[in-house]
């Protein structure tokens, strides 16, 4: 990446253009870990556990692959209304997998890496369902990155954040800088990334990028409190939150004229429908 004569931005690499699916055969060779997905059709939410403990939660190749099929799973999703992404042990997730990132380390394998990870991370982002982040440790790099993929996120005490890409010679591989500038406004995304340092639950509440801090510091008593502090936002009909989701997801994703177009059009879907018409035949007064 340089200036050209114009002083323009030249990106020079122009790498293939790999089908995900391809890529996530290729991603599935590097082993280790797992990412599960348990989904509760009576409550609606879902949980998506990073398991990684010995490598503090990085991603594998494999884990990659994981999540990319947890979203597969998650966009059919009828009866779900919302995810709790959270891991075990002390650490969120300490971002890459190093054992992988050292064996995929040419520009085409980062590429593939990163086409993989942005498709997986903005269909979750996208999901209509709302997603809640638990960060109850340390999520460095790729994990912090992964964090900013989540709607909402609820820190414990414990829980710190740091974009450490810069530190270790690279930039967001994971969309993470887009989603940070989106977040926060590209004064204090551009300070986190070229800092790199690691900033507390508290900051993050005051920043904007957590949510909120939850009473208890351990698992699970942390991740019982983030499911009913999501559960506590999910009040209305499924299709009212489906479609809450995408207004918002739309919006940050699209032009204003665009988004006003789909917002009309999600409105149509909704008025005179189920849940609309028993409102208006419970007669509700908002007192
Ligand atoms: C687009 C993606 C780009 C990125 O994600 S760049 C960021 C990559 N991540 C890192 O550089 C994190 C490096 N790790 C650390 O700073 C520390 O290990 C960390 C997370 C603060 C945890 O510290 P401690 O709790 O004291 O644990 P520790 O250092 O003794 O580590 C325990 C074992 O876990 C391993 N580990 C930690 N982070 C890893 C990673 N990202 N990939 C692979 N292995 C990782 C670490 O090598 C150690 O293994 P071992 O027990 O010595 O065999």
């Known amino acids: 990446m340089s200036f050209n004569a114009e002083r323009r931005w030249v990106n020079h690499y122009a790498g293939p253009e790999t089908p995900v699916i391809t890529i996530s055969e290729q991603f599935s060779k590097f082993e280790g870990g797992k990412i ?51 891991s075990v042990g002390e650490t969120f997730c300490s971002g890459g997998d190093l054992n992988t990132v050292r064996q995929i380390s040419n520009p085409d394998d980062g590429y593939k890496m990163a086409t993989l990870m942005h498709n997986t991370l903005t269909r979750l982002h996208q999901l209509p369902l709302i997603s809640v982040a638990l960060i109850q440790g340390k999520a460095l790099g790729g994990g912090a990155e992964l964090a900013t993929s989540c709607d909402f996120r609820l820190f414990t005490e414990k829980g710190e954040i740091g974009f450490v890409q810069g530190r270790m010679g690279v930039v967001t591989g994971w969309g993470g800088g887009t989603r940070l500038v989106q977040l926060l406004g590209q004064h204090r995304a551009l300070e986190l990334l070229l800092t790199s340092r690691q900033i507390s639950a508290s900051e993050a509440v005051v920043m904007g990028l957590a949510n909120g801090i939850t009473k208890s510091v351990e698992l699970p008593e942390a991740v019982e409190e983030a499911k009913q502090w999501l559960q506590a936002k999910l009040k209305h009909a499924p299709e009212v939150v489906h479609a809450l989701k995408q207004i918002v997801a739309t919006a940050r994703a699209v032009p204003y004229e665009e988004s006003l177009q789909n917002e009309r059009q999600v409105f149509a879907m909704l008025w005179g429908g189920d849940a609309n018409k028993k409102a208006l035949e419970q007669n509700i007064k908002h007192k």
Not at 72 to 78: H, M
């Open 36 to 86: 599960e997905l348990v989904k509760d059709n009576e409550s609606g939410l879902a949980v998506l556990k990073i398991n990684h403990p010995e490598r503090r939660n990085a991603l594998s190749g494999s884990m990659m692959v994981d999540l990319w099929n947890a979203v597969n799973t998650l966009e059919d999703w009828k009866a779900g209304k919302g995810i709790i992404l959270h």
